[in-house]
Structure formats: C-alpha cells, structure tokens
C-alpha cells in the first residue's frame, strides 16, 4: 500500500525544524499564554486523555501541532533550492519553505516563504496542492504546493546564502539541511519526468515512515 | 477558475470553533508558554512582519494556525452526521471532526474525532485525503478525509447527542452547526453520486470564498 515504508527510522529528533533553541515544543507549555499563570494537567470531559488547564483563569489549553509549508518550483526538469541563511542548518540546502503563520491561507503562506528565501514572486494561486504529511515526534505537519516558471531567475535576499535551480544529478544531495525529506524531493523529481502529478502524502512517526499518493490507496 | 467563489463574504467571525470562551485566538499571546513572563512585540531580524518575543526568557513566540480534521463518512449514497453534544453549538448537527492534537498523524487525528463522536472505529489508513482549506479569520487549516462503511451502526458516546447517516435530501441542513462549510458537504454528496473523489482546496478571507479540485487548477 505505501510507497516507501520503513520500521524502526532513526533520524534526528529535531530535524532542525523547532524555533526554540532547546527544540521546546507546543506539547511543552508551562505556562498560560493568556495570563501567565503555571498550567496544570487535567482530564477534561467527555475525553480521556490530558489537556492543561490554567491554575489561574482557568482556561484551557491544548498542545497544537505547527505547519510548516514548502514549495516546489520547477524550471523544466530542475527544482529550485535555497541555501538556507540563518539558523538552524544555517549554510545547508533546502527546498523553500517555513512556518505558516496567523492571518494566511496555505497557498499564502507557501508564496510567502518562497518569495522570502528566493525572490521569487508567485500569485498563491499558481500553487498547486502537492504533498500533505506529518511528522508526529516533533509535533508537524507538512503541506507542500508545487509551480512552474518560465525563468530561472532568483535573487536568495536576507533569509538565503544562496539560491538556485538544479536537476536531481546536479543538486546538493551532500549538503541538505533535511535529508530525511529525501523522498518527496525525488518524488518530485520524478513526478517531473513523467509530467503527472499526483497529490502525495507522508507520515513520519517514531517507528514509521509512509509516503504514497492519494491515487494509490 | 474556482468552482465557487463569492465577495464580500459574511459569515459569522468565530464560527464556534474556537476553543477559548472569548474567542481568543493563538495570535492573542500575551504571556510566555515557557516561563510566564509578558511577550512584546518586535521585527525578528530577516522578517519584517511584526512577531512576540518574551521579556523575560527571549524566546520568540509565533502565532501559528491550528488544525481542525473532519471526516467525511460514506454509507452507500449517506454522510455520517453528528449532532454536538457539547459546547460550542451544542445540539446542532455537523460533519465529524475536531482540532488536532501532538503526536498524531492527521488521519489519526480524523479517525480519533470520528471514533470519540460516532463511535465508529476505523484503521487511519482507510481514510483517504478528500479536502484542504483555510480560514485566515479563525487562524484555522482543515484537512478532510473520506472513508466508506459497511454498515449504518454507530453510537453517540459521551461527545454527541445522537449520529446517523443522512441523504442529502433527508439531513437537518436547518440545524446544521457550521452552515458556512456546507458548500464542501455538498460536494461530498455530489461525489458520492458520482463516484469520482478528486482533492478539494478551499480558501475562507475576510471577503473571498474559494472552492476548487486539485484537477481544475
């Protein structure tokens, strides 16, 4: 049934991904971010498992994941990448992408983060559904968005050392921030060769690794 | 270009999804998660938009969006409704589903909401992708799954007052709890008739509505 499937994955447990320094995440408030008060575990009812309660206004609250959103941009048979400007895997490549934030659609964000860390700039609507997935050890889920452009023109700004568009031979395989990802890259790769694209989806728990199209299953 | 789309959109603000009374949303921080001390404003450097930052620890805190999964049930030619038996919307009728929490995959998510209210116990692997959307008022991303039964049997348990499987014809679209999502309902209904399941993208701002398949765009 999936695609590419195996037991007992072994990658880092950050990726790199969380925005605190430690790797805190959402799972590990301590505190209200509503009043500041000390948080408490409580069952909350009608369901079994732990939420946090505020020991001071009472509110609740709950550990959300966080979304991350990337974009695949193709120019004919390369795919653009970034060389990532700032912490962390500062100086590693990566496909364009970053955290999607409050106020913005998927695709906003997607054009956001690609325009941000490669000049490049998209209407969100030219973003086509591509990739959803999740990564549940560090509390993430993925959605990736494709395009094509007519150009292969890019500019890295203030967030890139460097950017630039690459065939799956010529791209910077020793040096990608995330090589966990590896597969939806050569997926996209691939799905580049063969000019159908499918939408695809991932799931990355501590044991296991799926990755299969919507097709498939 | 997209099957529905509509200005000047009216919708109620909060649509009940929020999970604090107020309707306070995770872009109304106010204090540090990690250590109770009060968040600022500040311009993080390579980003000009506005982001929080703890006075006290300097840890950066980001409004991220939550997640709702909703699970779109198929017995023959009828949807598995449920009818809210807590707050908010209490005793109004909608698609099952719910916020997604830490350490699930999405489909574990969807089959957890559908199992906590109709009592239906399906593997996560059953459920296929069906929809993606946003909301950017509520700061809410929606991913649907879809998913066949072979039977009608399912039990409200503690979370829903009742649950059964409606025709189009035959559900209480008067008492509906989110009546501004039953644009995706009824494609769901119109897919089911036809037997064709693309992936649908919604798009829900201030004054645009967009509803389209992955195949269209």
């Known amino acids: 049934m999936a695609k590419h499937s195996a037991n007992a994955f072994t990658g880092a447990k ?16 301590k505190y209200c971010p ?60 990566a496909i364009p992408g970053g955290f999607m934030e409050s106020g913005e659609t998927l695709a906003q964000a997607a054009a956001r983060e690609l325009h941000e860390e490669s000049g490049i700039l998209l209407p969100p609507e030219q973003l086509q559904l591509y990739m959803t997935g999740t990564i549940t050890f560090i509390n993430q ?28 031979e010529d791209c910077p395989w020793d040096q990608v921030a995330y090589p ?6 050569l997926q996209a ?5 063969t000019g159908r694209f499918d939408v695809w989806q991932a799931e990355m728990t501590e044991g296991r690794y799926d990755f299969w199209s919507v097709a498939e299953r």
């Open 14 to 29: 950050c990726y790199g991904f969380c925005t605190r320094a430690g790797g805190l995440l959402l799972s590990e408030h």
């Open 34 to 93: 509503d009043c500041g008060a000390a948080l408490e575990r409580r069952v909350v009812a009608g369901e079994t498992r732990n939420h946090w309660r505020c020991t001071g206004c009472g509110e609740l609250d709950y550990a959300y994941p966080m979304i991350v959103v990337t974009c695949f941009v193709a120019h004919e048979d390369r795919l653009l990448w970034v060389q990532r400007g700032i912490q962390p895997r500062l100086g590693a490549w």
């Open 141 to 168: 889920v993925y959605i990736g968005f494709r395009a094509r452009v007519d150009t292969d023109f890019c500019d890295p700004g203030t967030e890139s050392l460097d950017c630039g568009f690459f065939s799956q």
């Open 180 to 185: 966990e990802v590896n597969d939806s890259v």
């Open 189 to 193: 790769y691939a799905d580049l060769e």
